[in-house]
């Protein structure tokens, strides 16, 4: 994947550490970089044709929600996956911030702020959701910007700052990995009921409905999760029947342990 600067165009700083924090994000979620692996920051502007700066930015923002782990003259290494109690802790952080966003929305929502969240809809609908990032990367946007502009809309900075720093996306998407998105419909209908409470202009039903939704969400990331461990194990066990040993699979390669 070219995103250097090409036939001497100046590409905004901001602008080419999206780019690079895109790419960098894709290889995570596909597990192309698994739990532990470095990520070294020279190596990286090499590989994809830029300066280390941008790849410098990248990489704190994917720190900031807990994607990598920096440490002292070791440089980043890929976070790993959450545990089941770490992933329970996450959806219950998200059960205390996004309702009250919720919440203080519908006393701002405005017509442009509606129309956005219908169309975010409409794209979470439409958007395919195989088992590689690619395939529903799509489908990851649109859930995204469904709840970031809802956060963006309550306007409380300091609320803002705290949902974007968990990072509550990006953990729960990386159970996806080789399934898929396994609740779409699910998800699609609940983000529907959220959005006619705020046209309704009822906050407390907004809240709810939010409410409603992260619950639901928590529970299927469980079953999701799940999923994900017993597939990772009955790996495991195909491993050590063909080559004797575990050594090369489990947690080492991204697998939940």
């Not at 690619?134 to 809309?153: N, V």
């Not at 461990?229 to 004797?244: E, I, L, M, S, W």
């Amino acid at each position: 994947m070219e995103i250097g600067i090409s036939g001497g165009s100046c590409v905004q700083r901001s602008i080419l550490a999206d780019q690079v924090y895109k790419e960098i994000l894709a290889r995570l979620m596909d597990g192309e970089l698994k739990s532990g692996d470095p990520v070294s920051i020279d190596g990286t502007a090499r590989e994809l044709g830029v300066s280390p700066t941008p790849v410098r930015e990248a990489l704190a923002r994917l720190e900031s929600t807990g994607l990598v782990v920096r440490a002292a003259l070791r440089g980043y290494r890929v976070a790993p996956l959450l545990t089941h109690e770490e992933l329970l802790d996450l959806m219950d952080a998200r059960l205390l911030i996004e309702p009250y966003n919720a919440e203080l929305a519908c006393g701002r929502a405005d017509l442009p702020f509606l129309e956005a969240l219908e169309h975010s809809i409409e794209d979470h609908r439409d958007a395919p959701n195989g088992p590689h990032f690619s395939d529903y990367r799509s489908y990851w946007e649109a859930d995204e910007r469904f709840h970031r502009l809802i956060a963006e809309q309550a306007n409380n900075k300091f609320v803002l700052r705290a949902y974007e720093s968990l990072g509550g996306h990006v953990h729960r998407f990386r159970l996806f990995g080789g399934l898929g998105v396994q609740d779409a419909r699910s998800a699609t209908e609940e983000h529907t009921q959220i959005l006619q409470a705020l046209r309704r202009g009822d906050a407390g039903a907004a809240r709810i409905a939010m409410a409603g939704h992260i619950c639901g969400v928590r529970e299927r990331a469980m079953d999701e999760y799940e999923r994900t461990d017993r597939n990772a194990r009955n790996a495991t066990a195909r491993y050590v029947r063909r080559h004797g040993t575990a050594r090369q699979a489990g947690p080492a390669q991204g697998l939940p342990s």
